[in-house]
DNA sequence: CCGGTGACGCGCG
DNA sequence: GCGCGCGCCACCG
């Protein structure tokens, strides 16, 4: 399949907010299918961070996953401070505040 | 075909 | 709130 309803979800997020993959995963019409989310996200080459926003996905604790290749979460981070989304000293965002609440 | 592998999520203790 | 186990399912060798 292509993951083309899966990016163009990704694009509806607003800047200063997150998603989770499971979120995404059900508003992209492949409920139960998180894992596919990162999948698509991973297939992205480095840049393409303005077509798809997807540092702002995050896992459903709020936190960023980890990656195969450490060091590619800090760019993450950096992202969403840039636009104002707060860490707890644990690493976690407050979803509570953050959460992106579609329609 | 088959088994291993995830940028996941949820229920349980 | 935390770790653990298990379910999920497309991909890949």
Sequence with gaps: MS?????ATVRRIPR??????????????I??????VGYALAALRDGDADAVPWHRVVNAKGEISRRATPGSDELQRVLLESE??????LGRIDLRRFLWRAG
């Design 3 to 7: 993951y083309r309803r899966i990016y």
């Design 16 to 29: 200063g907010r997150v998603a989770t993959y499971g979120q995404i995963a059900r508003l992209a019409g």
């Design 31 to 36: 409920p139960r299918q998180a894992r596919q």
């Design 84 to 89: 104002r989304v707060a860490f707890d000293s």
